[in-house]
């Protein structure tokens, strides 16, 4: 039996069983494990996916994979929750839950509705496990084009890729690197930035009761759980950061403090969903920031089969890098 990882201490026994015999390779790419009630165990690696069977092997049979019974996934909620639903109420309005190490669990069920907004899941009955990596150095090959050798600091920067194609991870390494003064450029020779991450869906830092448990660097200050938008007026107030890292912002209240904290002289560092700069230039918030060129710099994540591809954009959205291989990364599976 191979030595159970975080995100596998959440899986009832049984299943966990199942899943750490599948071959090292595919455990090595892991990126989802999608558990749905009375239908097959599946897991998703590389750019692949597969059924799980009882032995725990693949199969591309559903019926011959194991089935997921009422009883697992109720187990299943217990042990993600810490067998307290009560405490998680929040995160399971939203349709997730963050647990150590960084993973988030998506969950598909009933909607309760209150004055015509979710007020909570009941009968949850799907559960997408995504696997967080930490994967450093990914960032090497970035970072020295986001740097800002006049103010000796760091562009305004936004990340964009679709869903899964390495966002999270990207900035989580730009953070350690940023926060530890590791610019990967010989004329880059200031020290060490402080670093204020809001951490609203807990997936940057993997906090365990406010410690990351990713690196993250010596520099930087988390705000675990804390909504984007009043996160980020909290981190200038209190912390004094000098770069301030956001994941998925794009609402409104997150475009006014992200300007806010602009106006404040702070460096950000924030990521998007979105596959081409066209697409983010339609969307209100984002696209007007982008037209007005707040971001220095713009980098496009693609990732195909086991490669991430890169290209870097200035804010008059002229291509500036286009990595020769296209290539952030070799090798293993990244989760955005």
């Known amino acids: 039996m191979k030595v159970p990882s975080s995100w596998s201490l959440i899986i009832p026994p049984e299943m966990r069983a199942m899943i750490l015999s599948l071959p090292d390779r595919v455990l090595a790419e892991l990126e989802e494990i999608r558990i749905r009630e009375n239908r097959p ?52 309005r939203k349709g997730f839950v963050t647990v150590a190490g960084g993973h988030r669990i998506g969950l598909s069920g009933r909607t309760v509705l209150a004055q015509g907004r979710v007020s909570h899941l009941r009968d949850i009955a799907g559960f997408n496990i995504r696997i967080a990596r930490e994967i450093k150095g990914i960032g ?73 448990s990713f690196d993250l660097g010596f520099r930087s200050d988390v705000l ?29 209240e997150d475009v006014h403090a992200m300007r806010e904290a602009i106006h404040a002289g702070v460096s950000v560092v924030a990521t998007a969903h979105g596959h081409e700069l066209e697409h983010l230039m339609r969307r209100p918030g984002i696209g007007q920031l982008l037209e ?45």
């Not at 092997?57 to 009422?70: E, F, G, M, V």
């Not at 530890?180 to 609203?200: C, F, I, L, P, T």
């Open 140 to 212: 090497s090959n970035v970072l020295p084009h986001l740097l800002d050798f006049k103010e000796r600091s760091i562009h305004h920067t936004l990340i964009v890729s679709p869903p899964q194609h390495g966002k999270t991870t990207l900035l989580r390494d730009l953070t350690r690197m940023i926060a530890s003064g590791h610019w990967n450029h010989q004329d880059a020779r200031w020290k060490a930035m402080k670093v204020g991450v809001v951490d609203e869906r807990s997936e940057i830092a993997g906090c365990m009761k406010g410690v990351p």
């Open 292 to 336: 007005e060129g707040v971001f220095r710099r713009i980098v496009l994540l693609r990732r195909e089969r086991k490669e991430t591809m890169f290209r870097i954009f200035d804010e008059k959205k002229r291509a500036m890098l286009i990595d020769p291989a296209h290539r952030a990364v070799r090798g293993g599976a990244i989760h955005a």
């Open 41 to 92: 165990l599946e897991v998703i690696y590389g750019s692949d996916y597969s059924f799980v069977t009882v032995l725990g092997q693949l199969t591309d049979q559903p019926n011959s994979a194991y089935i997921p019974s009422r009883d697992d996934c109720h187990r299943l909620l217990d042990l993600m929750t810490n067998h307290s639903l009560y405490t998680m109420e929040e995160q399971l």
């Open 224 to 252: 675990d759980g804390c909504p984007k938008a009043e996160g980020m007026m909290m981190l200038i107030r209190s912390m004094s950061p000098d770069v301030l890292i956001v994941d998925e912002f794009g609402r409104d």
